[in-house]
T-cell receptor, first 112, second 115 residues
């Protein structure tokens, strides 16, 4: 069975500050990892994904994430956030023949 | 590519009524997924189709839930005898199996409120 843990339900940060949203997963087989973003009143949008290869993955809007197999983590980072980054962020995993499993989400709140 | 379309956007119903939601995937996508999202939770997988075949339905929440994709294009999700606990956002997503199938495109969802 696979699962995703997002320990932080909310992360408040000031504009232009760096941010890290944490994600840990569990799976007995190799995984594909994803971050999705959900802006208010909008559908989920793929930010970035890790399938294989380089463990540092760059996505849209200046976000990046690093796959760490030994720590079973896939933390999302951005060096300088904007007000427009305020949204809910979901980490998700696929392993084996399973379907996409999501974490509970982290609300990123960017204030001026 | 007009994206994944879901109708209606909002549905308010009384307990005990049946409701049906529709999802139109991206036209060339052969996989279609249904998820449910409640407040403070991530999307929860319900079922998925590849073309018209329903490949996984054991995660449907009860036998009151059913989904169809009769011609391998649009899909419907029906909830019979709705309960207040069914109130949630129902999300549809689609993907193309030939390119790995793992990149899901989501619709904006149908928000169900059961009174």
């Amino acid at each position: 069975a696979q699962s995703v843990t997002q320990l932080d339900s909310q992360v408040p940060v000031f504009e232009e500050a760096p941010v890290e949203l944490r994600c840990n997963y569990s799976s007995s087989v190799s995984v594909y990892l994803f971050w999705y973003v959900q802006y208010p009143n909008q559908g989920l949008q793929l930010l970035l994904k890790y399938l294989s290869g380089s463990t540092l993955v760059k996505g849209i809007n200046g976000f990046e994430a690093e796959f760490n197999k030994s720590q079973t983590s896939f933390h999302l980072r951005k060096p300088s956030v904007h007000i427009s980054d305020t949204a809910e962020y979901f980490c998700a995993v696929i392993s084996g023949y399973s379907t996409l499993t999501f974490g509970k989400g982290t609300m990123l709140l960017v204030s001026p | 590519d007009t994206g994944v379309s879901q109708n209606p956007r909002h549905k308010i119903t009384k307990r005990g009524q049946n409701v049906t939601f529709r999802c139109d995937p991206i036209s060339e996508h052969n996989r279609l997924y249904w998820y449910r999202q409640t407040l403070g939770q991530g999307p929860e997988f319900l079922t998925y189709f590849q073309n018209e075949a329903q490949l996984e339905k054991s995660r449907l929440l009860s036998d009151r839930f059913s989904a169809e994709r009769p011609k391998g294009s649009f899909s419907t999700l029906e909830i019979q005898r709705t309960e207040q606990g069914d109130s949630a956002m129902y999300l549809c997503a689609s993907s193309l199996a030939e390119t790995g199938g793992e990149k899901l495109f989501f619709g904006s969802g149908t928000q169900l409120s059961v009174l």
